[in-house]
């Protein structure tokens, strides 16, 4: 290969994750964005700037996530599962229970040893279970998406809300705040939504302990601290569990 | 009975229509002669002209039916032979319903139902099939006006008020076939509770058809079933082969005379020159995928909207659909059919349709079609529509996985319906599965 440095790119339908991993599958460089409508042309962008960065203009790539058939320059396009599965194996370095909630898609990945998927379970045709729940209800109630996790921790107080659909959620949401009933009770019943939904994907695909949590809603601390109730299981967050995906790309493309 | 329809029938059947589809045929034969090179797919089968023929020339002879013959519609699983023995030109509306959706008509007639007030969760066949009715529209040319209506409960529960819902609209007489489901196997009290049924439906069915059952016409016709059911499984048994000489997208279209024309002698005589077909691929080394390199089971229904975009998306991996529960439900039952006891075998062969057998049933199936094709792994489609079918996929596929560490997927889709269908999830799905079956 001629380079001692491996890109993985994640095409994610919210983000665009780019890793660059040296020979022993270290993290060497990360980036973050939000993906653009132009998805291809930001792909080639990051690719190109890294490369620059990090002196590698021959380093392999491997693509993944919805958009990876648009990057060209990929030896190879592989889907986020198998690459979820391989970052997070380089992670914990045993057979898990890998949960990843992304912004449209939720799965629950049962990795073997050495990283191979045994398994694989997703959510259907709804964003209910996913990061787009939870990004709907937090713009819908003007609050920035980081603060939303540790407002649904404040207290013990929930207010359970009864539908598991997005749109109707928000309407329940809407008649709730009109009551007076506070925000944080309202915010943890949101999550309690999600992470419900979550949890009978997970107990269907058969989830056993260790059980990790990636994907971008894995840096919200309610999500893991709900999960962990729901499941009756410890659910442990690797780092930059935002990443997993492009990290696997990189150890691929290695 | 009328003469004039009858004049009208062999007018545009046998004289006019006939010699058209023979042309037709001729002219797709030399086009399949020299097939254009696929990169993934082998050549396409020789009798493909031939099956065309024999749809077109089914639809057509319903065209001109009303008048000339009596008219059944009946359900799929629905015991035919009678019918046939008394004459009846029959029509399966699930049958027609896979057309439209091929034809990508079955959105449209869908909407045309659901305008009525059916609700989405109804199965597509049934809105296609009212929708069709309702609007008048066929991608077919004219379905005949039934005079009976035949609804046997083997497949579903829809059927019942799919079948009301034509009964009332078309006014003619339904007879319900009401099938009690089997566990394990059928007890000698519902193989004679369904026997008295089918007994009452051909007295219903006589008069109607102005004429009595003959005997040995019911034999004749039976025995034509137990054939080409035979020679259907043998078919299908050809892609135990590794390479296979036809994928199991091959066997949802060549399933259309099993279904549509069981009972009848070309039915018999199309199966036995696809059989001699497969034989010739065999020998010359003919196969279904340039590069076969997997091979999968599939459960349920076909996503029939979707046929050419799955079958290419499985070819470019090198993947070969060997087997499907569907297809095989359409032979597995041969040895029960005995053209000696035409009624009383037809009571028990109807009874143990798959759709009317347990989950733990529907499992051994999947895992005997495993074994026996030598399949790296199983597809279960989820069908929205087709709840009786899709019922307990969630365990087996649990099973599969689990104990019998079996690679499986849960596909969700609808057969007919597009817009229950997502390209991209499906697509993401599939890829990470052939993902964990390449690694």
Known sequence: MGSTVALGIDLGSTTTKLVAVDATGALVHHSVQSTAPTMAQQAAALVAQARLDLGAPDAPLVATGYGRHLVQDAARQVTEITCHARGVFHATGQPCTLIDIGGQDTKVITIGAGGKVMSFAMNDKCAAGTGRFLEVAAQRLQLPIDAFGPLALEGDAEEPLSSTCVVFAESEMISLLARGVALAPIVRGLHRSLVRRVAALARGAGAQAPVLLSGGVARNPAVRALLEAELGLAVVVPPHPQLAGAWGAALLAG | ?439
């Open chain 2, 1 to 439: 009975m009328s003469l004039l329809a009858s004049a009208r029938y062999h007018l545009n059947v046998d004289l006019i229509g006939n010699g058209f589809l023979r042309y037709e045929r001729r002219k797709l034969e030399r086009k399949l002669a020299n097939p254009r090179p696929h990169p993934h797919l082998g050549p396409p089968l020789v009798t493909a002209a031939e099956l065309k023929e024999l749809i077109s020339r089914h639809y057509l002879k319903g065209r001109y039916a009303s008048g000339h013959k009596p008219v059944a519609w009946v359900t799929s699983g629905a015991p035919v032979e009678f019918l046939q023995a008394l004459g009846f030109f029959l029509l399966y509306p699930e049958n027609h319903g896979a057309v439209c959706g091929i034809r990508r008509k079955a959105e449209e007639y869908c909407s045309a139902a659901e305008d009525l007030g059916y609700s989405r969760d109804i199965c597509s066949y049934a809105r296609t099939d009212i929708g069709s009715v309702m609007t008048g529209k066929t991608p077919v040319g004219t379905l005949p006006r039934p005079d009976l209506l035949v609804c046997c409960t083997n497949i579903c529960q829809t059927v019942l008020y799919w079948y009301r819902v034509l009964a009332e609209h078309f006014g003619c007489p339904l007879v319900i076939i009401d099938t009690p489901f089997v566990y394990d196997s059928a007890s000698d009290h519902s193989v004679a509770y369904v026997l008295r049924q089918i007994e009452q439906a051909v007295e219903v069915a006589e008069r109607v058809a102005g004429r009595s059952l003959e005997p040995d016409k019911l034999r004749q016709v039976t025995q034509l079933s137990r054939d080409a059911v035979d020679l259907w499984m043998q078919v299908l048994e050809r892609c135990r082969h590794r390479p296979a000489p036809m994928t199991a997208f091959d066997a949802f279209i060549q399933l259309a005379p099993i279904v549509e024309m069981r009972g009848e002698d070309f039915a018999v005589g199309y199966y036995q020159r696809l059989l001699a077909a497969l034989d010739q691929r065999i020998a010359d080394g003919v196969w279904a995928l340039k590069d076969e390199r997997l091979r999968l089971v599939w459960d349920n229904l076909p996503i029939w909207h979707r046929m050419r975009w799955l079958g290419e998306r499985f070819a470019e991996r090198g993947v070969a659909l060997v087997a499907s529960t569907y297809t095989n439900a359409w032979g597995e039952l041969a040895p029960l059919i005995d053209p000696a006891h035409p009624l009383e075998s037809g009571a028990r062969t109807y009874l143990h349709a798959i759709l009317n057998r347990s989950t733990g049933h529907k499992l051994n199936v999947i895992k005997g079609l495993v074994s026996d094709y030598q399949a790296d792994g199983v597809v279960l489609h989820s069908d929205r529509s087709c709840k009786p079918y899709s019922v307990g996929q969630i365990d087996q596929r649990g099973r599969l996985v689990g104990a019998e560490g079996v690679p499986a997927l849960l596909l969700e889709a609808d057969h007919n319906d597009p817009r229950s269908f997502s390209e991209e999830q499906v697509a993401a799905r599939l890829d990470a599965f052939l993902e964990i079956l390449e690694s």
